[in-house]
């Protein structure tokens, strides 16, 4: 895929060194760069992207929709797409600009931790967090309940 981008970016923005990529994309306050870094085929450059508080709504919905099916080797260690999906989805669903569509996708994951994040979230809809009241986990239900409570839904 071509992006493109600005001339307002030095060498090591597209360092052929993760750990470049990885701490820029965790302290950039450039929209167009987080742009830039939601596609990088890093895990964890797209993680970074995901936690990093400047990154806007839309990049992090493109984050989300994006498909991970490829293995990663990190320094030895393979990470599965299945653990990047887990990863991402509770940095998205702790983020406080994620959309609200895309909370109340993550209001149905496998994981309590991501329905809890989501339950925790301001951007959450009122109608994610009152389905969220129901959630078979405890502790979902309660940081949910708080949240109705909190939002006079209850």
Request: aromatic share 8%.
């Amino acid at each position: 895929m071509y992006i493109k981008c600005s001339d307002n970016f030095d060498a090591s923005t597209f360092s052929d060194d993760t750990n470049i990529r990885v701490k820029n994309a965790h302290n950039t306050t450039s929209e167009e760069l987080l742009s830039i870094y939601a596609y990088d085929p890093s895990f964890l450059v797209r993680y970074n992207v995901a936690n990093n508080p400047r990154t806007p709504g839309e990049v992090l919905a493109d984050i989300y929709q994006g498909v991970y099916t490829k293995t990663e080797t990190n320094n030895g260690t393979v990470i599965a797409a299945e653990d990047q999906r887990k990863g991402i989805d509770l940095a998205l669903a702790k983020h406080p600009n994620t959309p609200p569509e895309i909370l109340e996708e993550l209001s149905k994951s496998e994981l309590w931790s991501v329905r809890w994040k989501v339950a925790s979230n301001p951007n959450a809809s009122d109608n994610t967090i009152l389905a969220l009241v129901d959630d078979s986990d405890c502790d979902v239900r309660c940081k949910a309940c708080i949240q109705a409570n909190d939002r006079g839904l209850l």
